[in-house]
Nanobody, 130 residues
């Protein structure tokens, strides 16, 4: 059983920063790529970032590129999403997900597909005030 738990969300002013964390209770995800998605009510879940099993490779959505950074600490079994220069349009519930594989070369062009994701966290709310 794998349970992913996100934390670090909250209320921040536009231009501010937050760091989200995702940790696993249960099995380690050290051999898996990990992804971040976000979602607003009534909208589809949107890809944010994916980081390889060893943290060497990462891809970020164009909408967050240059502002968000993914990292991971395998010893702590935790992945992070550092979010800087936050905008109102970044407000959403953020989810982490464990990928089925360590990495896929296709993620340089396409976001991980639903079938490539196997576990999801419950989400953490990020609110950005203008």
């Amino acid at each position: 059983q794998v349970q992913l738990v996100e934390s670090g969300g909250g209320l921040v002013q536009a231009g501010g920063s937050l760091r989200l964390s995702c940790t696993s209770s249960g099995r380690s995800f050290s051999g898996n790529a990990m992804a971040w998605f976000r979602q607003n009510p009534g909208k589809e879940r949107e890809f944010v970032a994916v980081i390889s099993w060893n943290g060497v490779s990462a891809v970020h959505a164009d909408s967050v590129k240059g502002r968000f950074t993914s990292s991971r600490d395998s010893a702590a079994n935790t992945v992070y999403l550092q979010m800087n220069s936050l905008k109102s349009e970044d407000a959403a519930v953020y989810y982490c997900a464990r990928c089925r594989t360590p990495w896929q070369s296709t993620w340089g062009r396409y976001a991980p597909a639903q079938g490539e994701l196997e576990y999801w966290g419950q989400g953490t709310q990020v609110t950005v005030s203008s």
